[in-house]
């Protein structure tokens, strides 16, 4: 069994930490997620109605945009 740690945040979680993100620009990212390629990076986890985001994924899906991957 590997030690892996996550690192998931809530959406109001995730804006406070990273103040360069704010909460409906995150929103706005997540409700197009499927159409924005944010879904297929794994980012995004919805438990029931929570939607929780994996920091490392996400900034990693960041750095994708803007190497235009």
């Given at each position: 069994?590997?030690n ?66």
């Open positions: 069994m590997t892996q740690t996550y690192a998931y945040l809530t959406v109001n979680q995730f804006v406070t930490k990273h103040a360069a993100f704010n909460l409906g620009g995150l929103r706005s990212l997540i409700f197009n997620e499927n159409t924005n390629g944010l879904a297929s990076s794994g980012a995004i986890v919805r438990i029931g109605r929570k939607v929780l985001i994996d920091e490392s994924k996400f900034f990693a899906w960041v750095e994708a945009q803007n190497k235009g991957v």
